[in-house]
């Protein structure tokens, strides 16, 4: 890794973040005000009508966050002056080319100065409707490419993906990129100009039968998942950051890049302060769910591996391969995880949980009192689950079978359905992939990160550290992380 260490590596940086008021890039914004305040300009893009609209959201959305308040106590009078010196507000979106830039002074400024972009920016639900993630998730990576390529001084774009792009993929998953339009399943090449096509087709069809704004959307979230499916992904949002990264690495020529796959991104671990969260991550839904007693049954098998890392030890993991690959290393694909070195499993998730609240309920809003908890019924297959569904609510099996499989079809069926059951199992269908996940992410590339970063900086470990075995999982779970749910989330 050089001589150089890794907080100077920031030193005098000019840095651009895309997708800002997301939760990992408050973390990692947090984290270079707090820990290098000789940053030269960090260039914060925000989604916004204007630069006064895009001030009031960094303020409000960012900067006026809890999670700032150790840097607001580090600088304290002299905040408001060092934030207007070292932090400046954009007001863009990466769905256009030139990441919407509108102010041209400003973007030719960005050009001469900016030495690493940061592309956080991201539609993340699993559902969304598939002209939306497509723009952002795949055509948006594209268009931060193109951005980064007219820098004068850049030295390299990080591109913030996900581990699961693996789709539903088994056994260990190496740190290897994808081969431009190849799919997961059948024999059809995947052409990302054909899909904007035949976005556009369908939306223009809808149009023309007068469809409302309702119904488009329902239609094109469908729609997203029928694609991502048929191409072997489990969802349109894996499915449109898979293809996201297949236009970096096909496109990316000589721009020093680095691809960074987190896996479930819990709540900070230690910095700025342990258990600070925003949102509902993925595997929080299920914590949320035993909280309030609302969790009749849970879709897992009990020794299966979740994958879940603290947002804190992400950061520093992007930050540390930074400073690596300012000095010419030949990585490019990091996965940020803990099951192969330090795994938990599903059913001590569970157990901790009902522990937990079993411990500090939650008081119901209704009557006030006390929330009392459930372990509820572990169901290891779809078809016990759909058997289960059948018996409680006295439902045909066939029509629990198929509303979940394809959701825009059979709607006879479909409609016999309370509303309720309809968003259970639309839940269910979607998170499936995740419960029942029989993957393992390879992180070599990491541990070989992490030894270098030990070996070279000893004195910088501790504050970059990313090892997840570090973490005693349930100390972490009932004394960080489901606090933190409650504190910030839950509240």
């Not at 507000?89 to 001469?112: C, N, Q, Y």
């Not at 469809?211 to 729609?223: D, L, P, V």
Request: charged content about 25%; proline content about 4%; hydrophobic content about 40%.
């Amino acid at each position: 890794m050089g001589r150089e260490s890794i907080v100077g590596f920031l030193e005098n940086k000019t840095i651009l973040v895309t997708g800002a008021t997301g939760y990992l890039a408050k973390v990692f914004v947090e984290k270079i005000l707090r820990v290098q305040p000789k940053v030269k300009k960090l260039y914060l893009l925000l989604r916004a009508s204007d630069a006064n609209s895009a001030i009031e959201r960094l303020n409000k959305e960012v900067i006026g966050k809890e999670l700032f308040k150790v840097v607001r106590e580090k600088y304290g009078e002299r905040l408001n002056s060092f934030l207007s010196e070292k932090v400046s507000a954009v007001a863009g979106d990466i769905s256009f080319e030139d990441l919407g830039v509108k102010d041209s002074h400003l973007r030719d400024e960005m050009w001469r100065e900016v030495d690493v972009v940061l592309n956080f920016a991201a539609t993340t639900y699993f559902d969304d409707r598939y002209d939306n993630s497509l723009g952002v998730n795949t055509l948006g990576a594209l268009h931060v490419m193109n951005f980064a390529k007219k820098c004068l001084q850049i030295k390299m774009l990080v591109h913030v993906s996900t581990a699961y792009v693996c789709g539903e993929d088994s056994g260990l998953i190496l740190e290897k990129p994808f081969i431009m339009g190849k799919a997961k399943k059948g024999t059809d090449k995947i052409d990302i100009e054909e899909e904007k096509e035949v976005i556009q087709e369908k939306l223009s069809e809808l149009l023309s039968e007068n469809a409302s704004e309702t119904e488009i959307t329902q239609f094109m979230k469908n729609f997203g998942i029928e694609r991502a499916r048929m191409y072997g992904w489990p969802n349109s949002y894996v499915f449109t950051k898979a293809m996201g990264e297949m236009l970096l690495m096909h496109f990316k020529e000589d721009l020093p890049l680095l691809i960074i796959r987190p896996t479930m991104i819990t709540s900070t671990y230690k910095e700025p302060f342990p258990g600070w969260i925003e949102g509902l991550r993925t595997v929080d839904s299920v914590i949320v769910g035993f909280g309030r007693g609302k969790l009749p049954c849970f879709i897992s098998r009990p020794q299966l591996v979740l994958d879940v890392i603290p947002a804190d030890m992400v950061v520093n993991g992007i930050i540390v391969a930074m400073a690596a690959r300012g000095k010419q290393s030949s990585e490019t694909i990091y996965h940020i995880g803990s099951s192969l070195r330090n795994p938990i499993q599903s059913i001590d998730l569970r157990d901790i949980c009902f522990d937990y609240f079993s411990e500090n309920p939650l008081i119901n809003k209704n009557d006030g009192m006390p929330v009392k908890v459930i372990k509820g019924t572990n169901f290891t297959t779809m078809a016990s689950f759909y058997l289960y569904m059948a018996i409680r609510y006295q439902l045909p099996l066939k029509a629990l079978r198929v509303a979940t499989m394809v959701f825009q079809r059979y709607q006879s069926t479909y409609e016999i359905l309370d509303r309720k059951i309809k968003l259970v199992l639309r839940l269910v269908d979607l998170y499936k992939p995740y419960t029942l996940f029989e993957g393992i992410f390879d992180d070599t590339n990491s541990e070989k990160l992490r030894i270098a970063a030990r070996e070279t900086f000893p004195e910088e470990a501790d504050g970059f550290s990313f090892d997840p075995l570090e973490i005693d999982w349930e100390d972490y779970m009932i004394d960080v992380h489901i606090p933190g749910l409650v504190k910030h989330v839950m509240k």
